[in-house]
């Protein structure tokens, strides 16, 4: 019998809420998002765990690095289903008719009919079903077109540009953890546009919390010592935890031995489609391995844990232009004081070097002109707010602390900080905490601001502003404000979006790391669409699809290019066509059976029902009429379920239609595949693999589409065979 423990004491604590009367709903908030990293139990077909990336091109199995490009000879990835091989050969039969091989003349208009393909060269004069498939398979099998090679001869306002938010976050908003890990994944699969909030080191916020003006003053938290306090937390622990672990992790070893993923976990995050999307390595300890002395990057106000701003810059320095040579705007949001702001200024020309650009190039005078994409490979810009000016204060006037002269002086996004601090939960810790960062401003130094060379942060007030005619500016606004912008005041902003930079953020609400239909903004000339990466839903899907082996910058439309002086409008632009889309599912194969959920742990690839539900992305009419009567368009169809995860629909396939669609623009508008499980018993469908394709690279007839998984990585042989019919009429 074991002898009774003394029960030991509880240690004497702090609240970190003070005496605030919303304390109680500000825990329950936090304890609602909070989540806890572990790793799943895999059950069935799932995907490999991903070896640590490193400093050199993404592996062909991340989201930016699909190719759409036809291969100029066999494809070693040739495998496919039964059902897919017989669908095929029922073609084949159709096609030769009562000959016993397929003629040449017949093969051509096949291809040219029916694939919409002309450069297929055929020398033979009969071909055998094999031959077929050779052939087939080569030339004409991927759904995406491959693309033309990119225009850079363009001002850099001309190019939607893919965008990240928050980009050093790899889980929600509030209580996750800041890495450099997340650049070098962005980055790799595709991102151009980063975003890095920096804070004063914690020695610094140590050297000034010292100084009280009072022996009873109150200490509390503030939005630069809760990252530290965060971090404190965390490693309390997994101090705690590990050691726990250690003691139970000893014994089971001479049991079992360990799973190759037990040392790996999936980051937390809640989503609206699927689990997290970052596929970082979680380490052993999160100790700091940044020193105090130097700022970091965190999200300040939440319980976030940071990382070093240096870490950072090494980390995008590394992986920036490995295999891709197209320029990367780093988007600052400065909270540190003047002393900080010189240092980052010194890391980032340490780390960067000559990739920075820090000065104009000769030419191209941005007080006139931006330069063009093409002058500025391989080059980094840095996105802030320019010093204030100095104000030269008459001997006679007393002596005033250096504070922004106005708000257009503050600095980084202090209208992304507004829309959070209205939407977000943020961390009050007591009465006497410092306010809220709404009311926060700090003063750009001269030498941080003077890297604002051609993308300078400038602080929206209106379209009609001098500043909004200045040709480096960018306005960063919430996502609401555009969409406002967009109803009451649409040719003033989409002629400003024609020459001038605009980005949008998601609204503070999304502290669950959300994300906003993208391709709206898009159609408003919005550039920069920043977006949560974090967080795989529809959104991010329709990224994806966006900027599909663009390296992450994709030229407009041409009625939205600087160069076009006629269209003021949307309609103007792009004044859109009537589509009719029919897409005929036959089978699938090598569906994933892990989903993003973690619910459901009876799922095998017998077992799974996969169904196939497909979307239309395009510019919604809100009221037409035809006729003296309301018009309803269909934009969602789905197939019936299907058994196993190679599923098969029979000969006829599933067919889903979507005709007479109106306003169609095929450069901003999509087609979203979804595979989903019908046989949960969890009310809702499972997210077991996507697709999203943009309609002016879906190509016509017999076509393979490769699948995602709920982690945002290309399932290996994943594919839907299916048939494509796409019109337009008139």
Known sequence: RRSRREKPQRTPTMSIFGNNIHSLGDLANLIGITTVASPRQAHGWQKQPQPQQKPKAPATDECSSRSSAQPAGPNPEFHLSVAMHEALSRIFD??????????RAKFA???????????VDLSKDNYALGEFLYIWHTWSSEAIAPLPEKDLSKPLTNYFINSSHNTYLVGNQLASRSSPEAYRNVLLRGCRCIEIDVWNGDAVVSTSRSRSPKADHKRGLSGESLPNAATTVREAIEDWSGNRSRSASASSRRETEPSPRSSTHQLPLETRESGDRLDVSKPARTRQSFPKSEPIVTHGWTLTTPCGFREVCKAVREVAFVDNDLPIIVSLEVHADPDQQELMVLIMKEEWGEMLVDKPFEGCDPRFQLPKLSELRNKILVKVKKAPAKIVVPPSTIDLPAICANDEDASGSEDEEASQGSGAFLLSTSSSAPPQPKSSKVAICESLGSLAVYTRSQHYKSLATKEAKIPPHIFSISENRILELHQ????????????????????????????????????GGVQMVAMNWQNLDEGMMLNEGMFADEKGWVLKPEGYQSSNKSAETQSEATPGRTMNLRITVFAGQRIPVQAGDAADHNRSASTIRPLIKVELHVDKPDDVERDGQMQEYNYKG?????????????????TLEFLNTPRVVEELSFVRFKIEDDSSKLGSSPLLAWACIRLDRLRPGYRLIRLMDSTCHAVPGGKLFVKIDKTFVG
């Open 94 to 103: 159709e096609l030769r008719g009562a000959d016993a091989l397929l003629t």
């Open 109 to 119: 208009e096949f291809l040219q009919n029916v694939q919409g393909e002309t450069k």
């Open 488 to 523: 009451k005041q649409h040719r003033d902003m989409f002629t400003h979006n024609k020459g001038y930079f605009m980005r949008a953020f998601p609204a503070g609400r999304r502290i669950d790391s959300s994300n906003p239909d993208p391709s709206r903004f898009w159609r």
């Open 638 to 654: 789905r197939t019936r379920s299907s058994k196993t995860d190679h599923p098969d629909f029979g000969p006829s396939g599933s």
